[in-house]
T-cell receptor, first 113, second 115 residues
């Protein structure tokens, strides 16, 4: 069965600084990887996902993540964060042939002015 | 329209009450999900419907009863809940082809308090 670990529960960072949110997964088969974001009092929204092909995936709002199969990681990065990026970020994994998506514990990104 | 709507937004119920949560989407999606999210925790899958048939039940207690009357609607019927069932209940949908590859679209959730 698949599992996902988000190594940091909270990441405080100053506005315009770079940030990396770490995610590691475990699975015995091929996986699909996702990053979702949850703003306060809202549901989750997809930020980006890796299905196949290029290991670097990008979102429309400046985030990117790189699938590293050898390190079983899918870290999320942004070169310059904004106050509006303050939210909870969830890494998620699903396995080929499965219906179930497993979410990590979440990382709270707090951007300070 | 990429919206999943959920009603009500908030619900307070006693342990002897019966209530229902409602979820609706008009994206033509054929997979629909119920998740439970406790404060500062990730969503936990409860049920998955695929083409209006229940495909996954994550060993959820019978006091939670899902229903999918048609491809656009998903209900969660609640009866004799416990205080520990207080949580944010999230509904999601996806296209329903190869669900493991698909983006899930989440509603804003129903915040449930059981007294």
């Amino acid at each position: 069965a698949q599992s996902v670990t988000q190594l940091d529960s909270q990441v405080p960072v100053f506005e315009e600084a770079p940030v990396e949110l770490r995610c590691n997964y475990s699975s015995s088969v091929s996986v699909y990887l996702f990053w979702y974001v949850q703003y306060p009092n809202q549901g989750l929204q997809l930020l980006l996902k890796y299905l196949s092909g290029s290991t670097l995936v990008e979102s429309i709002n400046g985030f990117e993540a790189e699938f590293n199969k050898s390190q079983t990681s899918f870290h999320l990065r942004k070169p310059s964060v904004h106050i509006s990026d303050t939210a909870e970020y969830f890494c998620a994994v699903s396995e080929t042939g499965g219906f179930k998506t497993i979410f990590g514990a979440g990382t709270r990104l707090f951007v300070k002015a | 329209d990429t919206e999943v709507t959920q009603t009500p937004k908030h619900l307070v119920m006693g342990m002897t009450n019966k209530k229902s949560l409602k979820c609706e989407q008009h994206m033509g999606h054929r997979a629909m999900y119920w998740y439970k999210q406790k404060a500062k925790k990730p969503p936990e899958l409860m049920f998955v419907y695929s083409y209006e048939k229940l495909s996954i039940n994550e060993s959820v207690p019978s006091r939670f009863s899902p229903e999918c009357p048609n491809s656009s609607l998903l209900n969660l019927h609640l009866h004799a809940l416990q205080p520990e069932d207080s949580a944010l209940y999230l509904c999601a949908s996806s296209q329903g082809g190869r669900a493991e590859r698909e983006t899930q679209y989440f509603g804003p959730g129903t915040r449930l308090l059981v007294l």
